[in-house]
């Protein structure tokens, strides 16, 4: 399976060791970090960060679509997103997608088109059946984006979120078109 996918405008990759400047700004500001997963919330400084970023590029998932991917922009390499695929809960066999990019880089479609193309590589490549999203319910701009990937809402959790309750999301094999 190749951990590196390409898309129009992206691509996604491995972490390196020198992202950690591009993960400080995709994960410390307080407009992300509000809506990370409890894992996440614990990268609020740029050390904690390189650490984190050192651990993700050792990952290897060759025998697993369960990891974390830098988002960068083909044409000039800058990492402005993030994405994983995690299992929940962690040892499950669901898979859940997140997604996160750096402020400056709102509004442009890459949460979408990188969260598409990650859900199709884990289906196509990875055999998965299903990806799940688990959002909490303020946050409408990852609410919007996964349905623009095409992942339809399941039903309201209660013990996932720390201050209320999450919105589940699913995507399956079968509600992927196979034109492209």
Known sequence: MSRVIETPRLEL????????????????????SRWLGPDDRLLRT?????????EWSAEDVSSDCVGHWAVGLRFTSAVVGAL??????????????????????????YATEAG???VRWAIHEGGVD???????????????T??????EWVTE?????????????????EDLDYED
């Open 13 to 32: 990759r491995p972490w390196l060791p020198a992202d950690a400047d591009a993960a400080s700004a995709i994960y410390t500001p307080q407009t992300v």
């Open 146 to 151: 996964a349905e623009r990937i095409g992942m």
């Open 84 to 109: 994983t695929l995690e299992h929940a809960p962690p040892g499950g066999e669901s898979l859940t997608i997140g997604w996160a990019l750096a402020p400056d880089a709102w509004g442009h479609g």
């Open 130 to 144: 299903e990806v799940f999203a688990i959002i909490e319910p303020d946050n409408t701009r990852a609410k919007a």
């Open 116 to 118: 598409d193309a990650l």
């Open 157 to 173: 959790l209660g013990h996932l979120a720390d201050d209320g309750r999450s919105q589940v999301y699913r995507i399956r094999h």
């Open 46 to 54: 740029p050390a904690v960060v390189r650490r984190q970023v050192a």
